[in-house]
């Protein structure tokens, strides 16, 4: 029995747990007077999450470090002058999908996720390159101000350039590589629901440094697994025939998955043959229990391969069901476990275990009362427990995945009609353990930025169509140029993004053509959105430089090329909408609006705004509206249309852009 402290809370271990909240990386490892491990924070990195430059600090701690560690941690606070641009022609089902699809560079999508998704993705899962020597990493540059790279970060749009050969002769091959990993998960990590998980692919170049990075960024006591993925391995090789691959699983909050008595599950293997099997017994017994009993144990004497947990589901009970007898033996000696139970016929005591019964009393007279408990002809024998194999459908998951990767190549090589990618990921695969971390919750956002061919998307939607949920997804790939002698780009793609792209148009297509009446209502399409420069013109003249006709070009807001709908996906960002709300377009008093979810925001960016266009907008009532401050003749105007809003519609809140 555990004792009364008798003492007060110990108030500095409290204040680290909430800064450890806040601030999974900067809690640390050290000891106390007696040389004992205690939990510490780390000020130097507390100041570095705390600053806007750069921070040294020479202090020595338990924990992964890398030249260029600092940086990155800035890289992920530093603040962008970016936008998301919509491009409607590379997207499908447009004003009605949930699904996203961003070019880009993955940093600068992250952080203009931060507003919208905060808290809000149930499930992260990457395949991140993996640092064999012939992988490229992001250069990821931050040694100045952010204020600095806030100004900068408005004058170009980095590409696929933004990518560099990472050679194992590079000195600084290791750090590059969890450089561009440590500012991207911690990103990323905020990103989670309380209840989130992250996967990350790797294999055994950078498993240990991920796995300590991943405990730094997301704490050591969420880890919930280290899975192996064994694919085709080489005969030939020298040691092991290689092939593995890992995914390491971490919980946003374990204890949050431990009280909701979350479970990871997958279904049983051999699961719908015994079933099958054991309807064609009941069918070819015209109905008679014990006859098909004596099949069905035939059935399985005639398999070469008993499949483990399986085996013991011999029996067919009056109704066609299969059971097998199992035992309700406590594992643990409790006394509320300690009770009589009666045999139906004698009345008399059943033989007890020693340890007691598996379930309490309450539980056990309900079990009686379903027909449960398999008692014996008297007292004398020990009751056992009717357990049906349709409650066994699922198995918990098995860290271990035997799939070799031909397959999934091949499937998208048909799929595409070329093979373009040697070793996508398999959606299969994929689609197990994305169940897994969302069964509880159908209509779960999915996140993967480092996308590739698009696999992540794929399993959404194929198991979106097996058990008609409502899952989205958000991907984000690099406008990576190909190859100009890759055979993606003899037949007219770019960039990995528009194969990417290509491949869940026709994905999409096929899942619903295969799901049938039941893909009706399948939501396989996506918005794509491109990673920009704000959609604000930038002004870098003096008022002496001007001359007169440059004049008005220097008053305008917005850049030239930029439309409405540029902006406004740039004030879903700042506002922190849902970038996949539905977005209806209409006219009032020869004004173009654009009307977000029903009215909850309402956008006018027409050059000139009237009066009457102001009232008809404010007498919908809506949650919010925004106007171009441009568009305003004077500020008389504009406080003119402050004020037709506390008359009409006091509940709405009203910005200029």
Not at 535 to 549: I, P
Not at 630 to 646: K, V
Request: with cysteine; glycine share 6%; proline share 4%.
């Amino acid at each position: 029995m555990d004792k009364l402290k008798m003492h007060s809370s110990d108030l500095t271990q409290r204040n680290i747990d909430a800064i450890a909240e806040l601030f999974p990386t900067v809690v640390t490892e050290t000891v106390d007077t007696e040389g004992n491990p205690v939990r510490a924070v780390d000020f130097d990195a507390l100041r570095q999450e705390l600053s806007d430059h750069l921070v040294e600090g020479p202090q020595e701690r338990y924990q992964l470090d890398w030249p260029g560690k600092r940086a990155a941690a800035f890289a992920a606070n530093a603040p962008i002058a970016k936008t998301l641009r919509p491009v409607r022609e590379e997207s499908v089902d447009f004003d009605t999908t949930k699904n996203l699809f961003i070019e880009g560079d993955n940093l600068d999508a992250l952080k203009l996720l931060q507003e919208s998704y905060l808290g809000k993705v149930k499930l992260i899962y990457i395949d991140p390159p993996y640092n064999t020597g012939n992988d490229f990493v992001y250069e990821d540059d931050f040694a100045e101000s952010s204020a600095d790279y806030l100004a900068r970060s408005a004058q170009r749009s980095n590409t696929g350039d933004r990518l560099v050969a990472n050679m194992e002769a590079n000195g600084r091959f290791h750090s590059d590589w969890l450089s561009m990993m440590y500012s991207r998960l911690k990103l990323a990590r905020s990103l989670l629901t309380d209840d989130g998980v992250m996967i990350v692919a790797i294999d055994d170049h950078e498993h240990a440094n991920l796995r300590s990075m991943l405990d730094q960024v997301i704490g050591p006591d969420n880890f919930l697994a280290s899975v192996v993925w064994q694919g085709s391995g080489k005969n030939d090789a020298r040691f092991t025939s290689g092939g593995i691959d890992y995914m390491l699983i971490y919980a946003r909050t374990k204890s949050k998955l431990i009280e909701a008595d979350v479970r990871f599950k997958a279904p049983k293997r051999g699961y719908e043959d015994v079933m099958a099997a054991a309807q064609r017994c009941w069918a070819e017994s015209g109905g008679d229990s014990v006859r098909a009993t004596e099949l069905l144990r035939a059935w399985w004497r005639s398999k070469p391969d008993v499949e483990p947990g399986l085996a013991a589901y011999s029996d067919i009970d009056a109704d066609g069901k299969v059971f097998t007898r199992d035992n309700l033996r406590s594992p643990n000696p409790r006394e509320n476990l300690m009770y009589d139970v009666p045999h139906p016929r004698t009345g008399q005591p059943v033989k007890r275990h020693p340890n007691g019964w598996v379930y309490a009393k309450a539980r056990m007279q309900a079990l009686i009362g379903e027909g449960r408990i398999l008692f014996g002809d008297d007292h004398t024998t020990t009751p056992r427990l009717k357990r049906f194999l349709s409650d066994m459908s699922t198995q918990a998951i098995r860290p271990l995945v035997l799939q070799e990767r031909a397959p999934a190549s091949d499937a998208l090589a048909r799929l595409l009609g070329a093979k373009y990618f040697d070793y996508p990921k398999d959606t299969g695969v994929l689609a197990t353990w994305i169940n897994a971390a969302t069964s509880d919750d159908k209509k779960a956002i999915v996140l993967d930025f480092f996308a590739g061919s698009g696999s992540t998307a794929h399993a959404v939607m194929n198991l979106n169509a097996a058990d008609q949920g409502n899952r989205r997804f958000i991907l984000v790939q690099l406008g990576e140029e190909l190859d100009p002698g890759s055979l993606a780009r003899k037949r007219g793609y770019a960039t990995l993004a528009d194969v990417a792209r290509e491949r869940l148009r026709r994905a999409g297509a096929q899942v619903k053509e295969q799901a049938g009446l039941l893909g009706f209502d399948l939501d396989v399409g996506f918005r794509s959105l491109h990673v920009a420069t704000t959609n604000m013109a930038d002004t870098f003249t003096t008022a002496d430089d001007l001359v007169q006709f440059a004049l008005a070009e220097a008053v305008a807001s917005v850049k030239p090329d930029r439309t409405d709908e540029d902006l406004l996906f740039q004030v879903l960002l700042d506002w922190g909408l849902d970038l996949a709300e539905p977005v209806a377009v209409e006219e009032i008093g020869a004004r173009r609006v654009l009307s977000v979810a029903d009215d909850a925001l309402i956008a006018c960016f027409a050059d000139e705004v009237t009066d009457a266009v102001v009232k008809e907008i404010a007498s919908r009532h809506p949650l919010r509206a925004v106007f171009l401050d441009a568009g305003f003749a004077s500020d008389a105007a504009r406080i003119n249309t402050e004020q037709i809003f506390r008359e009409v519609s006091p509940g709405t809140e009203v910005r200029a852009i």
